[in-house]
């Protein structure tokens, strides 16, 4: 199943889930110095995050979702990201 960067990072955000920016762009075919470019640094997208500290770089405190430690583990490679989608809770109609 292909997603889109929106869908990921909707997953992740609900989800409460951390991956890395080289998760993320291996996955996409993208490059994970552009990936974020151009995208708000809020909330949703916080939950993308460098390998280095787990944390979104160049965010603001205000911009970080502050539940982004509530789980320790990372998603940190392509294939993790994978297999933690077909997995993921998708949200549910009201």
């Known amino acids: 199943m292909t997603h889109s960067l929106d869908q990921i990072v909707d997953l992740l955000s609900r989800n409460?889930?951390?991956?890395?920016?080289?998760?993320?762009?291996?996955?996409?075919?993208?490059?994970?110095?552009?990936?974020?470019?151009?995208?708000?640094?809020?909330?949703?997208?916080?939950w993308v995050v460098a390998e280095k500290d787990g944390k979104p770089t160049g965010y603001q405190p205000e911009e970080v979702d502050p539940a982004l430690i509530v789980r320790m583990r990372v998603i940190n490679t392509k294939e993790d990201l994978e297999a933690w989608l077909t997995t993921a809770k998708l949200p549910t109609a009201t």
């Open 16 to 46: 409460r889930q951390r991956a890395t920016y080289g998760a993320v762009a291996d996955l996409m075919g993208a490059n994970p110095r552009k990936l974020m470019g151009g995208r708000p640094k809020d909330h949703p997208n916080s």
